[in-house]
């Protein structure tokens, strides 16, 4: 088989900070990480081939910087790397993503199943995965928290509100993955020096055949601000039974029951 796992180089938030005046999101001093919900996704792809043989091709659409990410997703089992640089990423919405993702996986060529978390740990949007597989004109399958590949069939589950629905559909197709299908390894000392020898292809906008027309992205960013909340401070005092009828006096007060 032959596996695209999609991952995006984020802000990791723990090094998030927020201007307790402006309210503006202080990234200075934060480094970046392979989005937690996608190194589900690569996890999912290198399990699967470990099992049925192939290779996992990883994929990622960034900026410059985005560079710095292909030796961590290489430690992690993929074979190679397909990684499309281009400064247009910067603003990028999950229709621009999708576009430029599918149109990689176009020219990788012959992918059985292409791999994607359910969101990215930053914008979370859950779109990208199905616009990729409307691109792409294959089936596509969201909210997997298990599955399985037989005979060119594949069989997931998928984690709904209401219960477990289960479904199958004949590859090619795309996934989008939940975090509780797997426990992303960690790599080892030996994975690591060893993802610096596979090969990366890196290539642009323009070489996928996607011209300036057309790749300007649907949505664009213009703030993002940390939210902020307001404590009323409320104080209550009394014995245990006349302190349930005050808490209930400010909950109905409030129109919270």
Not at 126 to 137: D, E, K, S, T, Y
């Amino acid at each position: 088989m032959k596996v695209a796992a999609c991952y995006k180089w984020v802000l990791d938030e723990a090094d998030l900070k927020i201007d307790t005046k402006s309210r503006a999101l202080l990234t200075d001093r934060a480094k970046n990480k392979i989005s937690e919900y996608d190194r589900n996704a690569i996890e999912c792809g290198v399990s699967l081939v470990e099992e049925a043989g192939g290779e996992v091709i990883a994929l990622t659409a960034g900026t410059a910087d985005a560079k710095k990410s292909l030796k961590d997703a290489l430690s992690r089992g993929p074979a190679q790397a397909f990684f499309v640089k281009d400064e247009l990423m910067a603003q990028a919405d999950a229709s621009l993503t999708a576009k430029v993702l599918a149109a990689a996986v176009t020219q990788i060529g012959e992918c059985d199943l292409v791999i994607c978390g359910e969101g990215s740990s930053d914008g979370y949007s859950q779109q990208v995965g199905i616009r990729l597989a409307q691109h792409l004109g294959i089936p596509v399958i969201t909210f997997v928290n298990k599955f399985s590949v037989e005979n060119g069939i594949l069989r997931a589950e998928r984690k709904l509100e209401e219960g477990i629905e289960v479904v199958e559909v004949a590859l090619p197709a795309v996934l989008t993955v939940l975090p509780d299908i797997n426990k992303p390894r960690i790599p080892s000392l030996k994975q690591i020096l060893g993802a610096a020898k596979k090969p990366v292809k890196e290539v642009s906008i323009t070489d996928l055949g996607l011209g300036t027309a057309g790749v300007e992205p649907l949505l664009r960013q213009t703030e993002v601000l940390g939210a902020v909340m307001n404590r009323k401070n409320i104080q209550l005092e009394g014995e245990t039974a006349d302190l349930v009828a005050q808490v209930l006096g400010v909950l109905k007060k409030e129109g919270l029951c």
